[in-house]
């Protein structure tokens, strides 16, 4: 009697439990917030502010996705994720959207059920050593004590360098950045290995910048992405096409500025097209018609968002590279909205 | 005699003379310093050494102190006006000040309403800590933790109204069926209670803006604030899952007590990180997706596992030391079992227990800290992240710790010697 | 007179599973264990619901794939190419190795601080009490990262000592040229083995035995006749094999002492206590110290202040009174919750975590976890290890608290 008992029991709850919906955007449309997973605290990329206030590139990338589909850029919560968290944030539907310069790999996005939705940095581990050293090549650290901030795929890349080259080191893992840097800085370690674009943040924030210097090699490729969970084509596609309508807009000349009226005083189809004045594209997403207009007006096109948080007039001082328009010999190329 | 005595000696002295000074070495300083510092060989030792130590910690921290800093934006700044000289920078304390007592995402116009409460907690607990005030008071301690939601998180005053209004229902129906039964008053109040609420939840979807305080999401509580709302809900809620837990394992029914006794071991036997790494990682696979559970109420269940397992271990204790004539004593008189506890078991065990609840929760307090590790912006999350990855005040630490250091100390030291107070108060009827 | 009462009927009614007390004990398990399994079975058809729809398999196969990532402090082979699971090995064995570690040193500082802070030497025991009640008061985390931050900062960095290949005068040189504190760590000559170690290692165990033989012949010897003989043989049949050993065979120990010249980066050979270790190992034993200091205090003032005065009727010497009266009793008082000290020592470790300890919570839990993202899995895992050692150390506990229980006849 017992086992009947329990097994009719498990029947009635599996059923109850089975017919969670996996539609994000009607949750998130219905919720009016959306809940966006961004890093604990890198400068530049996503970190609270003094008064508060979420910014950083990726914290950008969430408001204009929220602007886009709710017509609201503040109508975000970010919410904090370690290394640890946050693919588990992702899968429990804690968040609806990770956007924590996440590298996208092929087990992520197939072992654990991720979907990565494009890329917003490409990204490579680099190293900053101090330059009293006199080190000018990563080969050159035969023996050195490495800082890694854990948790990313700094440890593997970094195993897989000094293996592939036959030098030793000691790994030295430390949790957060404010913490690497404080040993890095008392010589607890000589070397600071993580992606380039935090090194470069991190180093903006020393006292004396021109102490450190960072080493040439890059040893890893690192696309950074915004990811979604696996199965929810409809919710993957509004990411990645507000990720390219940004992109887009930098290439087609549409800035914040002049977003409110370029797309009725221009000839050309395929802005007409991306900002709604011609054709259905923001229906087909499920959105609104200006829903590329919003997320435009939201923070700027992909250049201005780049150039306000981490480009070279701020602190952090990163160069495009990488990052340029493929026009400009870059690796930024969205498909065309047609 | 006297006339002989008279005759015979020059002098005699009709009046006392007043007693003289004790020699120099067995008076005041001196003999103090004799009895308590240099009594002997080793001690003498001791004391030097000791003396070294003090020297040492007050040339190190006097200037550090003396120099210190509180007006400026930036370590930067600070630096520049110590010019190398030794000095604190507390001017990031100064400056995060509501950061570090409310973190950053509490709404800026609403702190009163934390401090409110962190005032009105006080004066709820006192009734608690102080048998001697009128019992009349405890009414308002019961009131407080519905208050303090309300003050806390906003929205609507009908929740906690609605939440508090089932347990009066729930007392109501308990008191008119427990003449006749104690199992089916328990029934009847969590029946009532259970629709009381259902009730309510009704009334609330219309009144929802009904006397509203601004709503803030418990993601966005941080600081010490956190640290503080985490260890009294998790003692408060641990006290009664304690306390059953404790009767479990000691109980005769054999199901039940192997039940108590696998929770308690397993709760006991796993570092408290690791159950914040389930709050984190896992739990939220064992609910629907829907239930959007959020990481505080995740983090508070936890913990609240943790801290009743360790409350009902020293609650067996007090349990245990009582006589077991008393156990017979209350059999004896034909009392039932739910009757017995109530009346002569658990008011005796839980006086014995107080010590030890107080200790544990001293513990938990204090390992509320650890929510850090899973990125919740507490006290030490908050330090460790946003405040020292911020370019102004990054390399601040000495400061920043012993800050958060210090409002540890001054609240877990208040409150172990509050308990050892009032183990001296319980110790007197005893012996 | 008709007082008496029905016989009591024998039917069974349905009704007496509630009210009558025979039965009620089956009914409320019955009740409870329901609950117990409808909550158990909702949680986990929750979990295979939602693991279902994710498409992810709970499955431990990622334990034999290599684990790509290195580590610092190793007490077994291990290199990026080894599995996760020796990875998670490694771990536990840093954990059990910081936890050994700080009991020991945890011991000392508390035995210690309980007894001077009970001292009649004013400034000692107020001392004492400051540094107890500093250490109980704030949580250990904090401690443990404020530690970290004066080994880091007290330390210099190892760079001060290196000659570069003797290209460069160093800042500082070796303390006895053998031992350097740095913030990476605390750098110990090491001991290479030569041919005839073994004999070596013979000879001071042979001096072990014998020095326990000594101390037993000692003691029959004051039972039975009365006559105490000197201390010193003991000393000398401890030491003097080892030595005799050592002088005889010349080669078979060395001590390799820490090279500063042959890299740019670190010191080279001898043992390195990395920083992690010893700060996590520092923090934990200074931290416990102070509630073990509390317990032994506790066990002192339990034994009541006649046995000090009959022991000082006798004409023992406070030393004496110390060490032959006090402790033997109060140790029955205190290693209870000395053993609870540990326990919370070991789980307290899994705190490594904030200063870059190897330990199983930083590898099974942290970059395993991380790594592969099999979240579940790893926690699992995680929490056994702990159980299994919580509960192994309880059992020991059991069976010591049985055996030292006063014998009551």
């Known amino acids: ?338 | ?431 | 007179m008709t007082a008496m009462s029905d016989a009591p009927t024998q039917s069974f009614r349905l009704s007496m599973l509630l009210y009558d007390t025979r039965y009620r004990g089956y009914t409320i398990q019955f009740i409870v264990i329901l609950f117990v399994v409808l909550a158990v079975g909702y949680l986990v058809s929750n979990l295979f619901a939602n693991l279902a729809e994710q498409g992810v398999v709970l499955t431990y196969d990622f334990l034999e794939q290599p684990a790509g990532y290195d580590i610092n402090q190793t007490l077994i082979e291990y290199n990026n190419q080894s599995s996760h699971l020796r990875a998670s090995v490694v771990g536990a064995l840093n954990t059990l190795l910081v936890a050994a570690m700080a009991c020991v040193l945890a011991t000392i500082l508390g035995v210690f601080a309980g007894i001077l802070r009970l001292s009649n030497n004013w400034l000692v025991a107020k001392l004492m009490a400051i540094y107890v009640e500093a250490f109980r008061n704030v949580p250990v985390l904090i401690w443990i990262i404020i530690i970290n931050t004066v080994v880091t900062s007290v330390g210099s960095s190892p760079r001060v000592f290196l000659t570069r290949g003797g290209s460069v005068e160093p800042e500082s040189s070796l303390f006895l040229g053998m031992f350097a504190f740095t913030n990476r760590g605390l750098y110990i000559p090491s001991i290479g083995l030569g041919s005839g170690w073994l004999v070596v290692l013979l000879a001071f165990v042979a001096g072990i035995l014998g020095f326990f033989a000594w101390r037993s012949y000692v003691k029959k010897k004051l039972f039975q006749e009365g006559s105490l003989l000197p201390a010193w043989p003991a000393w000398a049949i401890l030491f003097g094999p080892v030595i005799l050993a050592m002088v005889l065979l010349p080669g078979a120990l060395t001590i390799l002492r820490p090279d500063v010249a042959s890299n740019n980066f670190n010191i080279q050979d001898g043992v390195l206590l990395g920083r992690p270790l010893l700060a996590l190992w520092l923090a934990l034993s200074i931290y416990t110290g102070a509630f073990i200091a509390e317990n032994v205090r506790a066990g002192i003032l339990a034994i009541s202040k006649g046995q000090t005065e009959a022991a000082a009727a006798l004409g023992l010497r406070p030393g004496r009174i110390m060490n032959l009266v006090i402790l033997p009793q109060a140790l029955r008082v205190i290693i209870p919750p000395l053993i609870s000290q540990y326990l919370n020592i070991t789980k307290n470790s899994s705190l490594a975590i904030a200063v870059g300890y190897a330990d199983i919570t930083a590898t099974l839990g942290g970059i395993t976890l991380n790594q592969t993202g099999r979240a579940i899995e790893c926690v699992l895992l995680l929490m056994l290890f702990y159980l299994t050692i919580s509960l192994s150390i309880s059992a020991l506990m059991n069976v010591y608290n049985n055996s030292v229980r006063l014998k009551e006849r």
């Open chain 2, 1 to 431: 005699m006297s006339d002989t005595h008279a005759q015979t000696v020059a002098f005699v002295r009709e009046t006392e003379i007043p007693p003289s000074p004790p020699p120099a070495s067995e008076a005041g300083v001196i003999k103090w310093l004799r009895e308590n510092l240099f009594s002997s060989i080793a001690n003498s030792i001791l004391t030097i050494l000791g003396l070294i130590a003090v020297y040492y910690i007050v040339v190190g921290l006097g200037p550090w102190l003396a120099n210190s800093i509180w007006q400026s934006d930036s370590l930067a700044e600070c630096r520049e006006i110590l010019d190398g000289a030794n000095g604190a920078c507390f001017a990031v304390i100064r400056e995060r000040w509501n950061q570090l007592l409310f973190g950053f995402r509490y709404p800026v116009d609403e702190y009163w309403r934390p401090a409110l409460a962190f005032v009105l907690l006080f004066v709820a607990i006192l009734p608690v800590l102080f048998s001697h005030l009128p019992r009349k008071l405890l009414i308002g301690t019961a009131l407080y933790p519905f208050l303090a939601f309300w003050l806390i998180w906003g929205g609507s005053v009908l929740i906690p109204i609605v939440a508090l209004l089932g347990f009066v229902v729930g007392a109501v129906a308990y008191s008119m069926i427990s003449a006749r039964s104690f199992v089916g008053a328990i029934a009847a109040a969590v029946i009532a209670a259970a629709a009381t609420w259902w009730a309510g939840g009704l009334l609330l979807r219309i009144g929802a803006d009904f006397l509203a305080l601004r709503a803030v999401p418990s993601r966005d509580l941080g600081g010490f604030m956190l640290n503080m709302i985490l260890g009294t809900v998790c003692v408060s809620l641990s006290l009664p899952i304690g306390i059953v837990l404790a009767l479990g394992r000691q109980s005769n029914l054999p199901i039940i007590k192997v039940l108590c006794v696998i929770f308690i071991e397993f709760v006991r036997g796993v570092p408290l990180i690791t159950l914040l790494f389930v709050a984190s990682v896992i739990l939220a696979y064992f609910f629907p997706p829907e239930s959007n559970l959020d990481l505080v109420l995740r983090v508070i269940i936890m913990i609240t596992m943790f801290a009743s397992a360790y409350i009902a271990e020293v609650i067996r204790g007090g349990l245990a030391a009582l006589p077991r004539g008393q156990y017979e004593a209350a059999d004896s008189l034909g009392l039932d079992y739910a009757q017995s506890m109530r009346l002569i078991i658990l008011p005796q065990a839980l006086k014995i227990s107080i010590p030890g609840i107080v200790n544990v929760a001293v513990g938990l307090f204090k390992d509320t800290t650890l929510v850090a590790i899973i990125s919740m912006y507490d006290l030490v999350g908050l330090i460790r992240g946003p405040i020292l990855a911020s370019t102004d005040w990054n390399g601040v630490y000495w400061e920043l710790w012993s800050f958060a250091a210090l409002l540890f100390f001054v609240i877990c030291y208040g409150i172990s010697q509050y308990s050892q107070w009032l183990e001296r108060k319980l110790a007197t009827d005893h012996r």
């Open chain 1, 1 to 338: 009697m017992n086992k009947s008992v329990f097994l009719g029991a498990l029947t009635v709850v599996g059923m109850a439990a089975g017919v969670a919906s996996a539609a994000t955007l009607d949750d998130v449309k219905s919720r009016g917030t959306l809940n966006c997973g961004v890093s604990t605290g890198l400068v530049g990329f996503a970190a609270p502010n003094t008064s508060g206030e979420w910014e950083g590139f990726d914290v950008d990338l969430c408001r204009a996705v929220a602007a886009a589909v709710l017509g609201d850029p503040t109508a975000v919560e970010f919410v904090p994720t370690t290394p640890k968290t946050r693919f588990t944030a992702l899968s429990s539907g804690e968040v609806d959207m990770l956007a924590r310069n996440t590298t996208w790999t092929f087990s992520r996005d197939n072992d654990l059920k991720l979907e990565f939705t494009g890329i917003n940095y490409y990204d490579g581990q680099g190293f900053m050593v101090p330059t009293e050293l006199g080190v000018s090549s990563a080969k050159d650290l035969d023996g050195a004590t490495v800082c890694i901030q854990t948790g990313t795929t700094t440890e593997l890349n970094l195993a897989d360098y000094f293996r592939a080259n036959n030098i030793s080191y000691e790994p030295v893992p430390i949790e957060t950045n404010a913490e690497a840097q404080q040993q890095y800085l008392a010589g607890a370690c000589d070397v600071y290995t993580t992606d380039a674009s935090g090194l470069a943040a991190t180093r903006a924030t020393f006292e004396n910048p021109d102490d450190h210097v960072l080493l040439p090699e890059i040893i890893s490729k690192e696309p950074l992405g915004p990811l979604v969970r696996h199965g929810d084509n409809e919710w993957g596609d509004v990411i990645r096409w507000t990720l390219n309508a940004l992109i887009s807009a930098e290439e087609l000349g549409v800035t914040s500025a002049n977003v409110g009226e370029i797309g009725e005083s221009s000839n050309n189809p395929e802005i007409k097209r991306l900002l709604g004045t011609e054709g259905e594209l923001g229906a087909m997403l499920g959105l609104d018609p200006n829903w590329a207009q919003q997320a435009i007006t939201a923070g700027g096109n992909y250049g201005e968002i780049f150039e306000k948080n981490i480009g070279e007039n701020t602190p952090i001082g990163l160069s495009r590279g990488l990052n340029a328009q493929w026009t400009d010999g870059g690796l930024l190329y969205s498909p065309p909205f047609r």
